[in-house]
């Protein structure tokens, strides 16, 4: 499993496994990971951990 971090808008400690699809305007608070092949709904608000291969569109 390969695991990245990146930088620059979000947090660096948000963690993201690979790949992953992140709508925009996402908000993501520090400390969060989404998982493998996980995806984020645009305008989404993630303040708990993303399972694996998960689909969110509301806020968490």
């Known amino acids: 499993m390969r ?3 990146f930088q620059g ?3 660096d400690q ?3 496994m ?3 699809q992140i709508g925009p305007n996402v908000t993501i608070v520090p400390g969060v990971t ?5 995806v984020i709904g ?3 608000i993630v303040t708990k ?3 694996d291969k998960v689909i969110r569109m509301i806020n968490e």
Do not use: M, R, W, Y
């Open 18 to 20: 690979t790949p992953v």
């Open 49 to 51: 951990d993303i399972p």
């Open 14 to 16: 948000v963690h993201f």
């Open 42 to 44: 645009g305008g989404a």
């Open 9 to 11: 808008s979000l947090p």
């Open 34 to 38: 989404i998982g493998e092949n996980a």
């Open 3 to 5: 695991q990245e971090s």
